[in-house]
């Protein structure tokens, strides 16, 4: 019995260090997606982001996403953005902790609300209220995913952890 005890506990040990960190996936905007007199403010206020989420912006022909400097989110300056793409779908990975600053940048899109300034958490992925963000800006990647539509995705491995460890512990 004893030992059926400890190969559940191994295993279930093995299995959560085996799986990587829960991070969930932004729809910015949720079903307003990136667009034109949206409340960034307000849509990041609810949220907390860490190293390993995703913001994922779903936008129309005509608008971008930069990736911008403090000082270029303030003044709505695109001239040096750190990176910048037009494909409709974009995807930036989340992967240093810091404030992350991002605006449209067609002139007068900025200006009309397409910004929006993310603080990460060096924390492991939760749910919870924002703090206030620091003014320490990082680089991020960029890539471009299919549109989706949900507002936040997170994965079912603690539900698959679990169900293994049942199952492990009903043979054993």
């Known amino acids: 019995m004893a030992f059926s005890s400890a190969l559940v506990l191994g295993s279930l ?19 307003s997606g990136w667009a034109i007199g949206a409340d960034y403010s307000s849509w990041t206020s609810d949220k907390t982001f860490a190293i390993g989420d995703s913001l994922v912006f779903n936008y129309g022909g005509g608008h971008t996403v930069d990736e911008v400097k403090e000082s270029d989110y303030k003044s709505c300056t695109a001239g040096n953005s750190i990176s910048t793409d037009s494909s409709g779908a974009t995807t930036i990975a989340l992967k240093t902790a810091g404030t992350h600053y991002f605006i449209c940048s067609v002139p007068g899109h900025c200006s009309g609300g397409m910004k929006l300034a993310v603080t ?9 209220k924002a703090s206030p963000s620091d003014s ?7 890539t471009t995913t299919p549109k989706s ?4 995705a997170t994965s079912l491995l603690p539900i698959v952890a679990m169900f293994i460890a049942s199952w492990i512990s009903y043979f054993v």
């Open 13 to 31: 040990l093995a299995i959560n260090m085996a799986l990587p960190t829960l991070a969930t996936v932004y729809t910015v905007g949720d079903t």
């Open 120 to 128: 990460v958490k060096a924390t492991a992925p939760s749910t919870g």
């Open 136 to 142: 320490t800006a990082t680089t991020t990647s960029t």
């Open 149 to 152: 539509n949900s507002s936040s």
